[in-house]
């Protein structure tokens, strides 16, 4: 399994998204590789409550035969959401840091993911605003 690793070699920035991961890892996963960028599941067209944070993928996706995939820096972000629908069911949105605010990545969807974080960090060290650890 090739894995890519950040200049510090620590985090993948691979991320594999598998049927048994639980949202709180998926979330916590994502928010390691793009400290700058936030990801935020759907389930039954609502936002996540707490309480389904624990759930795994494969108990809240709306498809029968759902398959893992792999979410990579140069991947655009509309890329990243339809990987999550096409493959599992699963509605996400990606939103970018700017400063104390989240902003959905909407307008700037075409842009790769590494692209969004970079911006973000870009704001964040103009205004700085430390990046948040999500669910540590």
């Given at each position: 399994?090739?894995?890519?690793?950040?200049?510090?070699?620590?985090?993948?920035?691979?991320?594999?998204?598998?049927?048994?991961?639980?949202?709180?890892?998926?979330?916590?996963?994502?928010?390691?590789?793009?400290?700058?960028?936030?990801?935020?599941?759907?389930?039954?067209?609502?936002?996540?409550s707490d309480a389904y944070h624990d759930c795994k993928l494969c108990e809240i996706v709306h498809k029968?035969?759902?398959?893992?995939?792999?979410?990579?820096?140069?991947m655009k972000v509309s890329e990243v959401?339809?990987?999550?629908?096409?493959?599992m069911g699963i509605?996400?949105?990606?939103?970018?840091?700017?400063g104390k605010t989240w902003l959905e990545s909407s307008f700037t969807n075409y842009w790769s993911l590494e692209r969004q974080n970079s911006l973000g960090k870009e704001m964040n060290d103009f205004m700085k605003v430390e990046p948040q650890k999500v669910m540590q």
């Open positions: 399994m090739l894995r890519l690793s950040t200049s510090n070699n620590e985090t993948p920035m691979i991320l594999y998204v598998k049927p048994e991961l639980s949202a709180t890892e998926l979330i916590r996963k994502f928010n390691e590789i793009y400290p700058f960028l936030r990801l935020e599941i759907y389930y039954r067209g609502e936002e996540m029968k035969a759902i398959e893992s995939f792999a979410i990579m820096p140069e959401e339809n990987l999550f629908w096409e493959n509605q996400i949105s990606i939103f970018r840091k700017s």
